[in-house]
Structure formats: C-alpha cells, structure tokens
C-alpha cells in the first residue's frame, strides 16, 4: 500500500511538472504569435510601400510625356501660318498644363503618403527588432525551464519504474487503468468510514478490513483503491 501510495505521489508530480511544462509552451507559442502578427503587419506595409512606389513613377512618367507635348506644342506653334490654327494649339497647350498641375498635385500627395508609409514602416522595424529581442531571451528562458522540469520528470519516471517493479502486475493494471479513468487519482483515502475520492460512505464491513492492510480494497462506489492513513491505524 505504501509503495502504490508513493506511486501515485511521483505520477501526480509528473502529472503537475507536464502541466507546467505545456504552460511554459504555451508561453513560447505565444511569442511566436506576436512575432508573426508584427511580421505580418510589416510585411503589408512593405507591400504597400512598393506599390505607391509603382504609382509615384507611373505619374512622374505621365508628367514628362505631358511635359514634352506642351514643348512639342510650343515648338508647333511658330509654324502656324493661320490665326484658327494658333487657337487650336493653344486650347492644347493649356489643357495639357492643366493636366501637369494635377499631375504634380498628385505626386506630391502620394509622395507626402510615402514618407507618412516609411516613417510607420521605420516604427514597425524597431518594434519587431525589439520584439524578437525579447522573444529571444523569453524563448531561451522559457526553454530552460522546460529543461529542468523535464530533468526532474526523466528523474521522476525512473523512480517510477523502481516502485512498479516492487509490484504486481495485476496491481499495477489495476492502478493505471483507474488513472485513467480517475483523472490520475487512482487511490483515495478512507476516512471517518468514507471515501475521499468521491466521498461516498462505505459498508461498515469494508471500512473495518482496510484496517487490517492485507489486500487490496476497493470503493464500491468509485472504485479506487482505498488506503488508510498512518495515523488512523
Ligand atoms: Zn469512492
């Protein structure tokens, strides 16, 4: 009774140190998240910038093409022999400067967005430079605690095979088949002529035998074996 006692103390140690341990994983894939949500937000404006990049020049090519029509234009003009042609060039030539105003109106505004887009983008690099930083050391630290708790389960798990091997067989069935069943708990103690465990009363005639210690006892309610503490005895 003693060694199944001790059994389920080491499992449930491990039980907690595995919890611990998916915790602190838990921890690290969070890191990775943010990482990857900066990463992301980054790379759109990345994205963008090149974009409005694409357009800048797109407009500044539109702007020389209007530009030389107006010279071509201009260069027209002292040809024209009749005062219905000169009109004519003219009402082109204004249009055109017309169309390279809003042209330069145009670049200035997706220059002025370009510069507000690389400033959030100069903001961003820290933030993530930054980040992954504290990532870095939160991950190393993080991981180092894992280490060691995995260290003590590895050392917990061999205690573990010790005591198993002290046991039978069919305790030991017994034993995991009702940690599974029972959230871990495979044992529970008897007390004031109840279970622990699901703190049903037992038969009278059960509770008495446990004192005796000779063999295994069950609760008829839950199942788990029962054990009486030292003290009671
Ligand atoms: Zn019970």
Do not use: W
């Not at 611990?20 to 910038?49: H, K, T």
């Not at 005062?83 to 200035?108: C, H, M, S, T, Y």
């Not at 959230?183 to 109840?194: I, V």
Request: charged share 30%.
């Amino acid at each position: 009774m003693l060694l199944l006692e001790e059994l389920q103390a080491i499992d449930c140690a491990i039980d907690d140190k595995k919890s611990e341990q998916a915790g602190y994983q838990a921890g690290i894939a969070e890191l990775e998240e943010g990482l990857a949500v900066v990463r992301s937000a980054l790379a759109d404006e990345q994205a963008r910038q090149a974009e409005f990049e694409r357009d800048k020049a797109e407009l500044e090519a539109a702007l020389l093409a209007e530009q030389d029509n107006i010279k071509r234009s201009e260069t027209n003009m002292k040809e024209i022999r009749t005062n219905k042609e000169f009109q004519a060039v003219g009402r082109e030539i204004a249009a055109a400067r017309k169309q390279v105003a809003e042209l330069e109106e145009q670049i200035l505004q997706k220059t002025a967005q370009l510069e507000e887009l690389q400033a959030a983008i100069g903001t961003r690099s820290s933030e993530l430079s930054d980040l992954e930083e504290r990532a870095d050391s939160g991950r190393k630290e993080q991981q180092a605690v894992i280490n060691s708790l995995q260290a003590a389960v590895d050392a917990a798990v061999s205690s573990r095979e010790a005591i198993i091997k002290e046991l039978s067989s069919p305790v030991v069935r017994r034993y995991n088949q009702l940690r599974g069943q029972r959230h871990g708990r495979a044992l529970a103690e008897a007390r004031d002529g109840s279970c622990t465990g699901c703190n049903m009363q037992l038969p009278p005639q059960l509770y008495n035998t446990l004192f005796k210690r000779d063999e295994l006892h069950f609760c008829p309610h839950c199942q788990r074996i029962l054990i009486l503490k030292q003290e009671q005895g």
